[in-house]
């Protein structure tokens, strides 16, 4: 099988490997790393739980070829553990129950984490609007949008 060599950091950790072209960023996240942080739901770019960042922009690693982000820097879930910002949302998904199974939580905390880092205090309208990209298949949503309202409405 043809392999190709990558550079790229993740979690501001260096990795080099020599990777399939077909394999995708959390297939490599998961399998060779073991960040299991990042899930896998559709691997078809729909549900979200496999949100990362790549260069800081949130993105769906079943749809970035490992190949691709040669180069790049990116964080999973396991890489913002000391955040204080993801700290208080997870505090916040706990409090209001955010989670059921948890399958979605990974993508749902990154895509949170990002929003309420770009903008401190959404409403609850913008919120839906802007983790309308992570499905959860157990909620009904409320609890991670009152979690997610939670925390833009209570200052650091
Ligand atoms: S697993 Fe990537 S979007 Fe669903
Ligand atoms: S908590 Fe189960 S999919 Fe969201």
Not at 57 to 74: E, H, K, M, N, Y
Not at 78 to 87: H, I, K, N, R, V
Not at 133 to 146: D, F, S
């Amino acid at each position: 099988m043809t392999t190709m060599p990558i550079s790229f950091e993740v979690n501001a950790q260096p990795v080099s490997a020599e990777v399939e072209p077909r394999t995708h960023l959390a297939d490599f996240l998961r399998e060779s790393l073991r960040l299991t942080a990042t899930h896998l739901g559709c691997e078809h770019g729909v549900c979200g739980a496999c949100t990362v960042l790549i260069d800081g922009q949130p993105a769906r690693a079943c749809l970035a070829l490992t190949v691709a982000v040669d180069g790049a820097q990116v964080r999973t879930l396991e890489g913002l553990a000391d955040d204080p910002l993801m700290s208080r949302i997870k505090q916040a998904f706990h409090e209001h129950h955010g989670l059921q199974c948890g399958f979605c939580t990974p993508g749902m905390l990154i895509s949170a984490w990002d929003l309420l880092r770009r903008e401190p205090a959404p409403d609850e309208a913008r919120i839906r609007v802007a983790m309308s990209g992570n499905l959860c298949r157990c909620t009904g949503y409320q609890g991670i949008v009152r979690a997610i309202c939670a925390v833009a409405q209570t200052p650091a």
